[in-house]
């Protein structure tokens, strides 16, 4: 009998929930017999919303939570406050094992925190990352760190080049990824101190596959499979990213409605078309683990909807079988 993997998903986090959040909730167990779903939130609106879908009942249950954590609450106070929360209740039952994983659309601090606190870290983790698959001509790179810590060290860097290459590896699949830097030119002479003093211990791991620096262009096209960098940059990257992508798509599909020819061409390319840009949609790729944690928690986006929910929880699926956070333990140790 196959081992369900069991998710924990905060249901009232987010700017459209908790109708995308159950919709995407339901669309993964529709789609995958190997998860079992715990909706925690307000159970009234959650059962409003599930009223409209079919679904596996026995593998989709609802914990009644009354309180919400609001995106703009001070996220050590309001962790530390709301022991009701649908975010506090998921947190701590991964915590207690009652739930292989969290995936949530809330407050970013507040995942960060309870992430830490309520979660924990790893023995010998000094930083958990948020680690978010990027899109990209090759497949996909992933970046560390995209928001958890924006004055990093360079022993974090160090430990998110690590992390990724084995994230990359296990669940991935991509064998001996390459982790390059961010930096603002090839030289090694180029950068500011962090990068420069992050560098030479790079160089000197012998348990990654180091190829020195990259530059923002060169992303896109999958130069490297790592991309490790302080979160200041890395959400700088990932919303510059998401946003030129989206602006691209909009004005693509406005340029082929301009004429007659237009829309006869638009409908001749249409299948490739679709199939290419659905590939440099993020929400296609799930949401950000953050890395490091005893038990695994996602974070996606803020006004994520159905399929960005969805894929984030199936991720997890891959993390629990790979036993992530035991090679990870194991590699630090």
């Known amino acids: 009998m196959e081992e369900k993997v069991i998710i924990a ?18 669309e ?18 959650i059962e409003e919303v599930l009223k409209q879908y079919t679904y596996d009942s ?47 659309a809330g407050n970013s601090g507040a995942v960060l925190v309870g992430g830490q606190i309520i979660v924990g870290r790893l023995k010998g983790v000094e930083r958990p990352p948020f680690a978010p698959l990027l899109p990209t001509t090759k497949g996909v790179s992933l970046l560390l760190d995209s928001g958890a810590n924006v004055d990093a060290r360079p022993s974090h860097l160090v430990q998110f ?9 296990n669940v991935v699949g991509v064998k001996n990824p390459r982790v390059a830097i961010v930096n603002i030119g090839a030289e090694e002479e180029k950068g500011n101190q962090l990068v420069k003093e992050t560098m030479p211990l790079l160089k000197e791991c012998t348990d990654i596959n180091f190829i020195g ?5 060169d992303i896109p096209f999958g130069y490297a499979d790592v991309i490790v960098c302080e979160a200041f940059v890395g959400n700088v990257i990932l919303k510059l990213f998401e946003g030129v992508g989206s602006a691209l798509i909009s004005e ?20 490739a078309l679709k199939q290419t840009l659905k590939k440099f949609q993020t ?27 969805k894929n984030s929880i199936l991720q997890c699926v891959q993390f629990k079988k790979q036993k992530i956070n035991e090679k ?6």
């Open 58 to 104: 026995e593998r989709l249950e609802i914990v009644n939570c009354e309180e919400v954590i609001a995106t703009d609450e001070h996220p050590v106070q309001a962790v530390r406050t709301k022991k009701n929360s649908s975010l506090v209740v998921s947190m701590n039952m991964v915590r207690k094992g009652e739930a292989d994983a969290l995936v949530s």
């Open 283 to 309: 929400e296609e790729h799930g949401g950000a683990p953050l890395l490091g944690c005893k038990g695994l928690v996602v974070k996606t986006h803020g006004n994520s909807k159905a399929t960005e929910v």
């Open 213 to 217: 620096s990259i530059e923002a262009r």
């Open 161 to 169: 080049a690590k992390i990724g290459s084995i994230y990359m590896e």
């Open 328 to 333: 990870i333990q194991e590699h630090l140790a």
């Open 28 to 45: 993964a167990v529709n789609e995958s017999t190997e998860i079992v779903i715990k909706l925690c939130g307000k159970e009234k609106e």
């Open 252 to 271: 693509v599909k406005k340029g082929m409605m301009t004429s007659l020819r237009s829309k006869i061409g638009a409908l001749l390319v249409k299948p």
């Open 9 to 26: 998903v905060d249901a009232m986090g987010g700017d459209n929930a908790p109708f995308e959040i159950v919709k995407g909730a339901v």
